[in-house]
C-alpha cells in the first residue's frame, strides 16, 4: 500500500552541496561584496608592507620607531569595533561601508601626507584610517549576513563566511605581494641607499598603491544592488498606497 511507504531518503551532503555551490557563484550582490572586501584588505596590507620602508627612507626614522607609525592604526581599529553597530544601526549597510571606505581613503591620503611633509599629521591621521579600518570589518561582516537572509537565499552561512574569510586572508597576502613587487620595480633592498629620486619613487608607491585598491572598493560599494534588509513600518508615518497592501 503507497500510503504508507516510507518518505524519501535526503539527498546525500555532497549533492545538496554543489546546487548550493552553484547559487553562491550566481549570487553578483555577494561577489561584488567580495570586491569590496578584496579592495579594503588589500590596500591595507599593502600599507602594512610598505610601512617600514616609508618609515626607513620618508620619515627617516629608526626600525625601532615604527611602532608609532603602525600603532595608531591598530589601537584605532579596536576602538572602531565597538562604534560600528550603533552607526550601522543608523546608517544602514550600504551607507556605512561607503561612508567607512570614503574614511578609510582619506585617512590614508593624510597619513601619506604625514610620511612626505607633515609629520604632525602621523597618529590622528593613522587613528582616522584605523577607525574606519575596524569598523568596515564589522561592517562587511554584516553585510554578508544581510545577504544570507535576504530572499530566502537557501545557500547556508558557512560557505558564505568560508569564501568571505580565505578572501580576507587572500588581499592581505596580495597587498604585501603588490607591494614586494612596487619596491623591487623602484629599486629598493635590503641596505639601500637612500637619494631623492628614491625617496620621491617612493612616495609615490605608497600613496598608489593602497589608495587605489580603496578607490575601486568604494567605486564598487556604489555600484552594487544591496539587500534590502526586512523592516517594520514606522508608527507615526502615515504609510503608503504600496506599504498598506503588504502583509
Not at 132 to 152: N, P, Q, R
Request: aromatic share 6%; charged share 10%.
Amino acid at each position: 500500500q503507497e500510503a504508507g511507504a516510507a518518505p524519501p531518503a535526503p539527498a546525500p551532503k555532497h549533492e545538496r552541496l554543489l546546487p548550493q555551490l552553484r547559487g553562491t557563484f550566481g549570487n553578483r550582490a555577494f561577489w561584488m561584496l567580495i570586491g569590496i572586501l578584496l579592495c579594503h584588505t588589500l590596500g591595507m596590507g599593502c600599507l602594512n608592507a610598505l610601512g617600514i620602508y616609508a618609515n626607513k627612507y620618508l620619515l627617516e626614522r629608526q626600525a625601532e620607531d615604527l611602532v608609532a607609525l603602525l600603532s595608531p592604526i591598530a589601537v584605532a581599529a579596536l576602538v572602531g569595533m565597538p562604534l560600528a553597530v550603533p552607526l550601522a544601526n543608523r546608517l544602514g549597510a550600504a551607507m556605512a561601508i561607503r561612508l567607512g571606505l570614503g574614511v578609510q581613503a582619506l585617512g590614508l591620503f593624510l597619513l601619506w601626507l604625514a610620511m612626505v611633509k607633515l609629520p604632525a599629521l602621523l597618529i590622528p591621521a593613522g587613528a582616522l584610517a584605523g577607525l574606519s579600518t575596524g569598523a568596515l570589518t564589522l561592517w562587511l561582516m554584516g553585510a554578508v549576513l544581510d545577504l544570507c537572509k535576504s530572499e530566502g537565499d537557501p545557500v547556508p552561512k558557512g560557505v558564505y563566511l568560508g569564501i568571505y574569510y580565505a578572501v580576507q586572508k587572500l588581499g592581505q597576502s596580495a597587498g604585501g605581494l603588490l607591494a614586494s613587487g612596487g619596491l623591487a620595480l623602484i629599486g629598493i633592498g635590503s641596505g639601500t641607499p637612500s637619494t631623492p629620486e628614491l625617496r620621491l619613487d617612493l612616495a609615490v608607491l605608497t600613496l598608489i598603491g593602497p589608495f587605489a585598491p580603496l578607490l575601486l572598493g568604494f567605486w564598487l560599494a556604489l555600484r552594487m544592488p544591496w539587500p534590502r534588509p526586512p523592516s517594520s513600518p514606522p508608527d507615526s508615518a502615515p504609510l503608503s498606497a504600496d506599504a498598506s497592501t503588504r502583509p
